[in-house]
């Protein structure tokens, strides 16, 4: 069984995982916490984040890469985003249910800065804003089914979580998955709703929407596949999806909720040139406060502002979410902020290269900017059967302990990311290469 390096810098994040798993079914409250995503013996517990570092209730410091799994662009803590969110709960409040001034401003910021958005409605979570674009398109189509691709995450309404990470064995051809639940109690029939196809695979897309788009009403996807580690399109991929969905009329739903403010000011799609019909915003967007944005076409939101479709949600565009949101845009404007992080990421990904050379590893880095991931595999990887095939589990396993005992955090699991915030600096970075010159000695010594 898999166990840190060394046990004895973690006992209190051990003891508190004892006592919660008597309490809480898998003693934490996500399953990418869980002992089976790859936290195994035991997830560490926090104490506190600050800027580019966190804390566990053990004492041990960490260069922050997990950073929350995204949410944390600005680092933990941000001044200007907690300042002005502790100002208007002091001042003004937190949940109303009733509009106020501000929604206005954020949504004309997101409007600005994404050129695919002419209207956009907010809400609390990525699960939320995928549901209900879904449910868009197939109310503005009339068509029933999504088509969505192997190997990605769109939250976990019964709708699309499904063949996420399948086993291949059972999934069906490379050509034709089929479509696989994540687990038990999705409502019978829901596969028929449902055409999985392979990444990457622009003839596989071409064939599908030939023999049934008539009755496809969406294909959902990320511009970078980025919960199968992170896998870039190939050129020419995103443009050929664009265009063969909009000669069929099939709405083409970007899912943003990890790239979204974080690739570019205007996401993924600003930074690679996509339109898309509907498009799905969360982490990024509030500096670490929980909320979301779906937004796209106003002939397709037509349907929400005549309550054709209901999005609805007590919390949605609460007070807390709409300031940190504002305030957040507001820096993420800044001029020439995404350039200096994109410089600090480069430096990253060539020193992570260099190390990979210099140890003579079957491994290599890639990535976008400030979201990238170092895949231990002898052949490139392009969609999520080559990760299943060839991803190395066990090798990723000993480079991320090492990492973690020379105080480098990020996730355990070889189809997550890693994650670099506006709040990491130059000196983060070179300790960060350092340490990852000690940690790839030592794997190559261990495999």
């Given at each position: 069984m898999p166990a840190y390096k060394t046990p004895s810098r973690t006992t209190?994040?051990?003891?508190?995982?004892?006592?919660?798993?008597?309490?809480?079914?898998?003693?934490?409250?996500?399953?990418?916490?869980?002992?089976?995503?790859?936290?195994?013996?035991?997830?560490?517990?926090?104490?506190?984040?600050?800027?580019?570092?966190?804390?566990?209730?053990?004492?041990?410091?960490?260069?922050?890469?997990?950073?929350?799994?995204?949410?944390?662009?600005?680092?933990?803590?941000?001044?200007?985003?907690?300042?002005?969110?502790?100002?208007?709960?002091?001042?003004?409040?937190?949940?109303?249910?009733?509009?106020?001034?501000?929604?206005?401003?954020?949504?004309?910021?997101?409007?600005?800065?994404?050129p695919a958005i002419e209207q956009v409605r907010?809400?609390?979570?990525?699960?939320?804003?995928?549901?209900?674009a879904v449910r868009?398109?197939?109310?503005?189509?009339?068509?029933?089914?999504?088509?969505?691709?192997?190997g990605m995450y769109h939250g976990f309404s019964d709708g699309v979580y499904w063949s996420k990470h399948p086993t291949i064995e059972t999934a069906g051809p490379d050509k034709a998955p089929k479509?696989?639940?994540?687990?038990?109690?999705?409502?019978?029939?829901?596969?028929?709703?449902?055409?999985?196809?392979?990444?990457?695979?622009?003839e596989?897309?071409?064939?599908?929407?030939?023999?049934?788009?008539?009755?496809?009403?969406?294909?959902?996807?990320?511009?970078?596949?980025?919960?199968?580690?992170?896998?870039?399109?190939e050129p020419g991929y995103l443009e050929a999806m664009r265009d063969l969905t909009a000669k069929a009329g099939i709405i083409l739903i970007c899912d943003e909720v990890?790239?979204?403010?974080?690739?570019?000011?205007?996401?993924?799609?600003?930074?690679?040139?996509l339109q898309p019909d509907l498009s799905t915003f969360a982490k990024g967007l509030g500096g670490g406060f929980p909320v979301a944005a779906l937004g796209g076409r106003k002939d397709i939101m037509a349907l929400v502002a005549d309550g054709t479709v209901s999005m609805a949600g007590t919390y949605a565009a609460n007070g807390i979410a709409v300031t940190a949101a504002n305030?957040?845009?507001?820096?993420?404007?800044?001029?020439?902020?995404?350039?200096?992080?994109?410089?600090?990421?480069?430096?990253?990904?060539?020193?992570?290269?260099?190390?990979?050379?210099?140890?003579?590893?079957?491994?290599?880095?890639?990535?976008?900017?400030?979201?990238?991931?170092?895949w231990f595999a002898d052949q490139p990887i392009r969609n999520y059967r080559d990760a299943a095939r060839h991803a190395r589990h066990d090798v990723f396993r000993t480079w991320?302990?090492?990492?973690?005992?020379?105080g480098v955090l990020f996730h355990p699991g070889a189809f997550e990311n890693l994650f670099i915030s506006f709040a990491h600096t130059d000196d983060d970075i070179a300790q960060t290469v350092a340490i990852a010159g000690e940690a790839m000695r030592a794997v190559k010594a261990k495999h």
């Open positions: 209190r994040s051990r003891d508190y995982f004892a006592r919660s798993s008597e309490i809480i079914p898998s003693g934490v409250n996500s399953t990418a916490r869980a002992v089976w995503s790859g936290w195994d013996p035991y997830p560490l517990f926090v104490d506190r984040g600050t800027g580019s570092h966190i804390f566990d209730v053990d004492g041990n410091e960490y260069i922050d890469y997990l950073l929350g799994l995204g949410p944390m662009i600005l680092g933990h803590r941000p001044q200007k985003i907690t300042e002005a969110v502790v100002d208007f709960i002091q001042n003004r409040g937190t949940v109303f249910a009733m509009p106020a001034a501000e929604e206005i401003t954020l949504s004309e910021k997101i409007i600005a800065a994404v907010l809400c609390n979570t990525g699960t939320e804003a995928v549901l209900y868009l398109a197939r109310a503005f189509t009339g068509r029933k089914k999504l088509i969505r691709f192997e479509a696989i639940p994540q687990g038990p109690g999705m409502p019978a029939g829901l596969d028929d709703s449902l055409v999985i196809l392979p990444w990457n695979d622009v596989a897309l071409r064939d599908a929407i030939a023999r049934e788009g008539h009755n496809i009403a969406a294909v959902i996807t990320e511009a970078v596949m980025c919960n199968t580690g992170c896998i870039l399109p990890i790239t979204g403010f974080r690739l570019s000011l205007g996401g993924a799609q600003g930074y690679y040139g305030a957040t845009l507001d820096h993420l404007a800044t001029p020439g902020l995404y350039d200096t992080l994109y410089g600090r990421c480069q430096k990253l990904f060539d020193g992570l290269a260099k190390v990979i050379a210099d140890n003579d590893i079957p491994a290599y880095v890639t990535g976008v900017g400030p979201v990238m991931q170092l991320w302990e090492e990492m973690l005992d020379r």
